[in-house]
């Protein structure tokens, strides 16, 4: 199946694009490259195929949640500019 000129220029306009005069040879045929391949695509037997989300299985990987000592509050806070209430005070930058 081929892609005319106008299809490419309808689908532009569609999407908002601009496509020059001296591109739009090129374009319409590697669309029409593309459209062909997924016509040819489509006549693949699957017959007896699973479908799948992914080709290879995919499990998650968690690591197990365990209580683990943490830096300590007062000298992460002697790094920062300004502290108040156990927390980094920043200025406020929105109104």
């Not at 005069?21 to 045929?29: A, P, Q, V």
């Amino acid at each position: 199946m081929s892609v005319s000129k106008e299809e490419i220029y309808h689908i532009a306009k569609l999407s908002k694009l601009e496509v020059s005069e001296n591109k739009i040879d090129d374009l319409t045929m590697k669309i029409s490259d593309i459209v062909d391949f997924s016509n040819t695509l489509a006549q693949v037997n699957v017959d007896g195929v699973k479908p799948t989300a992914h080709i290879l299985d995919i499990k998650n990987v968690f690591k197990k949640d365990e209580v683990e000592p943490s830096f300590d509050r007062e000298k992460i806070l002697q790094n920062a500019p300004e502290a108040q209430g156990g927390c980094v005070s920043v200025p406020k930058v929105v109104e």
